[in-house]
């Protein structure tokens, strides 16, 4: 027997409906790419993105389509996105920071068919769109004025281009399932897959995301997404602060320490999210010119792991609460945030800064657990570690164009590719790459436990841990070590250092020292690399 | 192009998983209808819900069936509520301040085939049992040791019954638009209604209920509804409070201010809701014997307006945040909550009671417009009032059996038959019910304003205002008035007092004197009555 309620479809234009009937003069901030700083509201951008949604009908955009975008955080962006919405047709957020061949392939394989660039980026595309035939015309988010001169056959400032469209445009209605973003993820191997998001998905993650524990976000709440609306969905906040109805503060293409500082303060932020290395850059600024923040409460951090010293900084200098997350693109992106519970609730300062380490607790809708190779699930003691697996409604089911079934299981949860431990309160902390996990004997040492350690040591500049084919215990861990210039550290010292910090089968088997490791584009240790270079190596143990 | 996140239907059984999963060793703190205090915890409450699926399957329930309970707040409620969840049956919740004839009439159209019953009720069930042919066994929400004798043929206590079953039991997986609660509500004419709540439609309205402008709960919470689970859906808090990780306190049978005020303080509560009359009595009583609230931070009032005079003692004398609330068993229930934003954040003490006065502003998921009669939308100016309609996935589509369909209207919108005021910030504040207010050549005049402005006179002890017809103006107030004892005010000097309070054209035509006004059950004033009383009257403006 069904249910008597009504029919509502999850719809993420009825996000901005309600924003701009409840919220309508709630303002939206943004350090705008040409320079100064524009301010509208949530009824002006809910119009403007009927207009936008007008004119896309007007030029041929349908029901399903894909539109990309390669552009800052701005209020234009978000009409972008709610234009599209309004029709049926897909953001396709496109990273500017991938390389040329993945940029060209991943608007290839969707199929995009305009895109919406910002200055910043209009030189990249000017070499690019030999290349990408589906696209047929470029909007450059700007207006006339601005305009500057391209090489580009059809392309149009945004301002002229939504002049042609009234507001006098009705969204239209559909399966709430109806696709809504697609945003590629690139793994170190083979092609960028697609996450195709879902108008219900982004909904529900919304819910999620503004929940007490959560972002914890109301309509009293400035909040800045530095996080680009082009990195996993944006944390969801397009969505959750509209929904919510809080105030929205747009950095724009400015994420030095400086201008995101400049733009907390000025535009009175009260709730930031970021990945780390933006917050380094803040708090490093804030150090060198000795500036307080006068607004700000609460950071969530996410995207890479939150180093302690870092959480402690927040909360003794600035008073910032840190709310350590974790999720991928994958996830909506948020899996989880290092919420204080009751059980946590009493600890002193240092312990609380210890267990904000960890990434945190999944809301209601994130199912999460750790597995061995044979999807047995792992104890939830906080020791031992596994396959981190998840399930929900803003969890992908599968790619775009059917790629990569092998991360999805049989029982609905899909493999996130991270080894964690879960402990008895819930708290779940990433302890490597399962691809980098060294399984000894049956049994799996992190990679990422013994390289933070090592790193500590006064003489070590960088470490990796590797594993090496051993003839009794399959694999056994290779300590890496980059020394500091004019230090000379051995491999006894190095190994006693370790003595009493880990369990005794962690012990590395050898210790060796080489001049620099090698780094992914984004700063990554590239373990596939030193895995290589050390294929043949025999170990002492052997 | 539908997305491609996973299929993650919203089943109200995943709340009490994520529970008992994330937040285990969470307290359900009840006082028992035995008398001593019971405790158990979310992993606990999901264990023994589990047993009583798996038991009522062994019955014979299954999917659609309908199963009554006629009980207060008790772990052992809710515990019903989630093993029926999980099997895809309905819980029923039936109302006991109900008369004789409206709980014979609703169980037999709900067809009911068990009913759980607390030892409060057993009596009264003893005595209407063989009106109900459907109910095949009566389970009596007590264990062995308090098991009266009853002349009930087959009643078992509610332990003995659990007994015959483990927890050895998985949920049932089925669409999420699956029914899963059953309330009547009644009007003034006609037989019950009944509302039936869908899984998706309680998890959605959790997730809307846990917003921050919302009851704003997290898992450091300690919720005490004591607003009856028999009540509109117990105001979602049997699935907040788990969905968040909150603690819940259950209040039992024992409503009156001592016994309110005891598990306030006992159980450290930190939220609790409730209607006006409840509060008043709390009130009452920490006023009688000079006590003060040592934990409670916010208390949401709803189910009837709360009067500025109860707001401010708690904010205060008591320090407590109020929030008032609106909403009806076929909103889920919340519709609004006088929330706080940006542009009231500034207002004074007595400005902010002003405001508090209003019933607030709806969350996402809750359209909400004001109509004239023919469906023309009116201001939100906040003077303007009309027919209050609202749309939105927890909102009743339609009654139990199909019944009144006149509800609903060609947009998908239900007509709530209040009539309200929307201001241009959001809040909205009911003005009469839409049968009592006065249709005065076109324009409406609301009872209720009248009303309240009359009994503030010193001489008047009650009032009512009904519509009276007019040659000119079709309808006309007549206002009629008990005095106080002793007290004899006359026509013109009540007429005197309302210049300069209203509006000219609302000024009652005239006034009548009269010893007594009737009222309903709950206390109501019978409108009706007194519209068959004066229907004949002749205005002297006639």
Sequence with gaps: MLGSMQNWPLLCTKIIDHAALLHPHRTVTTRSVEGPIHTTTYAELRSRSLRVAKRLEKHGVKYGDRVATLAWN??????????????????????????????????????????????????????????MPTLEQVIVLTDAEHMPATTLPNAVPYEEWLKDADD????????????????????????????????????????QASQMDMFGCGSRDVIMPVVPMFHANCWSLAFTAPMVGAALVMPGAKLDGASVYEMLQIGKVTLTAAVPTVWQMLLGHMEAKKLKLDHLERVVIGGAACPRAMTEKFEKVYDVRVAHAWGMTETSPLGTICSIKPETAALDIEARLDLQVKQGVPPFGVEMKITDDRNVERPRDGRAFGRLKVRGPAIAGGYFKGMGKENFGEDGFFDTGD??????????????????????????????????LAIAHPDVLEAAVIGVAHPKWDERPLLIIVPKPGRSPTREGILAYYEDKIAKWWMPDDVVFIEEIPHTATGKIQKMTLRDRFRGYVLPTA
């Design 168 to 207: 006098d445009f009705a969204w239209a209605e559909f399966d709430e399932n109806t696709a809504a973003g697609l945003c590629y993820t690139s793994g170190t191997t083979g092609h960028p897959k697609g996450v195709l998001y879902s108008h219900r998905s982004n909904v529900i993650h919304a819910f």
């Design 74 to 131: 701005t209020w234009r962006h978000m009409e972008v996105w709610y234009g599209l919405l309004g029709l049926g047709a897909i953001y396709h957020t496109v990273n500017p920071r991938l390389f040329h061949d993945q940029i060209v392939w991943i608007v290839n394989d969707a199929e995009d068919r305009l895109l919406f660039v910002d200055l910043t980026f209009l030189p990249v595309i000017e070499k690019y769109i030999a290349e």
């Design 419 to 452: 080894v964690a431990t879960i402990d008895p309160n819930g708290y779940m902390q990433i302890t490597d790459r399962a691809k980098d996990v060294i399984k000894s004997g049956g049994e799996w040492i992190s990679t990422i436990d013994l390289e933070n």
